[in-house]
Structure formats: C-alpha cells, structure tokens
C-alpha cells in the first residue's frame, strides 16, 4: 500500500489492542475459535451472508443477522447502537446494493452513495465500539478495465474500473482507503477480501438484479418451457470471467476473519477464466435447451476480460476453491426450479 497509509501511532482508546492474531488462532480448530463468539453479519439474510452465517453458527458463534429493515447502515447511529448492544468481537460486511449490467447503468448514483455511506459507517461504529476484527467484502468490479490477467492485488490501484462498473466498485475502493487510513491511524484490525463473480444457490434472479449466470439459466429454462427455438444473450460472448460457487466464497470468508489482519486486499477466485460465450453453452445444456444463442452486440460486454490470482488466500489461508463449473451450476439450477417463486421475488430496494 502507498506509504503515507503505513501504521502511525498507537491504538484508538476504544479499540481493543492490537494482536497477532494469525498466531494466536493457526493452533486452534475453526470450532474452538468460534465457540461462544459473538459476530455481526451485516447482510446475512443474503445470497452469500446466509451461508457465513451457517458457517459461523455451526462453528459454535452467536451470530446476529439484522435485516436491513431492522438496521439501516445509512444512518450511523444505527450501526453504533447495533454493535454496542451486541458487542461483537467481529464484524463481517456483506451488506450492498447490487445487480447486473442493466442495473448499473440505471442506478448508479444509488449504487455509489448507498454502499460508500454503509460501508463508512460500519468501519466507523466498528472502531469507536471496540470491535476486535472488520472484514470488508470488496468486489472485483473495483479493478481496472484493463488490469493484466490473472489481477493481482496490487493492480487494483492502476486505472479507472470498467464504466459501468465504476459506481459501485469505487465505493468498494473507497472501503478499501478507508481500512487502510485506519489501521495506519488507530491499529484497527481488518480482512478486506475480493471475491471475483459469485454463483450458486440461493442467487437473484429477478431481471432488474441479477448478475450474468442467473439471468441466463432464467432464460434458458423459460426458452425450454415454450419451446421456443432461440434465446437472446447480451454482448459478444467474447468476454470472460472468474466464476466462484458461494459455498467456496464463505468458506474463504470466515477463514479470513479468524487468520486474516490486514487491511491489504485479498482475492477470492476459481483460478478459471471462463467466457460468457463459453458460460451461456454450459449453461445451456445444463438446463437442456437445444435452441441456438444469439447474440447481440449493441448490447454491453462489461468488462473484456477477468480471472483473479488467489494465490494470497491460498497461501495465508490454506484456501483455494474445488467446485467445479458445471458441478455448481447443476446445483444453482436445481435450487432455481425447486425455488422458483423465492428466486424470481423483486428486490425490496
């Protein structure tokens, strides 16, 4: 990280001191560390907060999941109150406000405000409330458009994101700033963790949310029920991504939030480079259309190119992914034909 941002000074009086924590917990087993913890996950009724919270609850943690209703993160005092009452020794910030290409490019304004003022306030009431560790859920839409492949953490600061990304991953960024003044500051005690394209059970597949794998199994499997001959799919097919099933995701995030203590940056991938054209054919036999794939390039592609080097969580966490493709996109469409009407509800935003 830049030099201005190395740690100066001691830590915060609220804050509780500053450990090694990697040295303490690499002896102890995952149920021993959690055991009788309390942790705050801010998203936790989500696609992926859902599973860190079994996790962390079948680890032994007393976990605390406020729905946004009941904890608007918009408002600091919200989130001050939230943790003093709870008193978490962690912190885990899934919450956001998210959704495919389309919804970007209509929103980005909310896009941009909601998650800089939540993730400002989380870091903040985390700091002043004494909590012991704050892991921030970056995003991968916060590298540059260009960013040589495999992204290595350090390339994140060389260029302005892909645009329509752009919003929503420079309030990610600004997390990232902000943990890191922090740390150098008060001594506060991060995990900042980049997960590349999440998928899986228990995903959004309502058309004004959801990311490139849901919308295309919706496509194709409504294609398949008419009988229809063709579906139409976004862009050129020529752009590629990093695809990780959300079971491997939360597995790496709890991980994170017992051995990690760094504000630095830390990809989460499949170390797999996947075109879209390549992902709408799986996809598509998956679900067993037949049909041809037309594509249609006034239509945007996103960014050209994506796939992470996650050879830091692998090495500092011992973690890397094992779900394969095709098994995690079996699964993310049995769960959509089983759960249809869950899957397909609008955003409440």
């Given at each position: ?143 540059p458009k260009f960013t040589p492949v495999p992204f290595r953490e350090e390339s994140i600061w060389d260029g302005y994101p892909e645009e329509t990304n752009a919003p929503y991953g420079i309030a990610k960024k600004a997390m990232l700033v902000h943990a890191q003044v922090n740390e150098a500051q ?164």
């Open positions: 990280m830049p030099a201005l941002l190395k740690r100066v000074g001691d830590a915060h009086p609220f804050h509780c001191a500053k450990r090694d924590i990697v040295q303490v917990v690499t002896s102890q087993s995952a149920p021993t560390y959690w055991a009788n913890r309390t942790v705050v996950v801010t998203g936790g009724n989500g696609f992926l907060g859902s599973k860190v919270v079994a996790r962390l609850r079948g680890f032994g943690a007393n976990v605390v999941a406020p729905r946004s209703a009941d904890a608007d993160l918009t408002q600091l005092g919200v989130a001050e109150e939230l943790f003093r009452t709870h008193r978490p020794s962690h912190v885990i910030h899934l919450a956001a406000r998210v959704g495919g290409i389309g919804y970007n490019m209509v929103a980005p304004a909310q896009l941009y405000l909601d998650n800089m003022v939540m993730g400002l306030h989380t870091i903040e009431a985390a700091r002043t409330c004494g909590v012991e560790k704050t892991v921030i859920l970056g995003t991968v839409c916060s590298y008060y001594g506060q005690q991060f995990a900042f963790v980049i997960p590349t394209n999440l998928y899986g059970p228990g995903d959004k597949f309502h058309e004004s949310v959801s990311h490139v794998i849901p919308a295309l199994i919706k496509k194709c499997v409504e294609a398949k029920e008419r009988g229809d001959d063709k579906v139409s799919v976004w862009g050129t097919g020529a752009a590629s991504r990093d695809y990780l099933y959300v079971e491997d995701a939360a597995e790496a995030i709890v991980l994170a939030a017992q051995l990690r203590t760094s504000a630095e940056p830390m990809n989460l991938g499949n170390n797999r480079e996947v075109t879209i054209r390549e992902t709408a054919e799986t996809i598509a036999r998956v679900v067993g259309f037949t049909g041809e794939l037309v594509w249609d390039p006034s239509r945007p592609d996103g960014q050209p190119r994506r796939r992470v080097d996650a050879s830091r969580a692998e090495r500092e966490l011992g973690w890397h992914a094992h779900t394969e493709f095709e098994e995690g996109l079996r699964a993310t469409v049995d769960w959509y034909l089983a759960n249809r009407a869950e899957a397909e509800a609008p955003p409440t935003h």
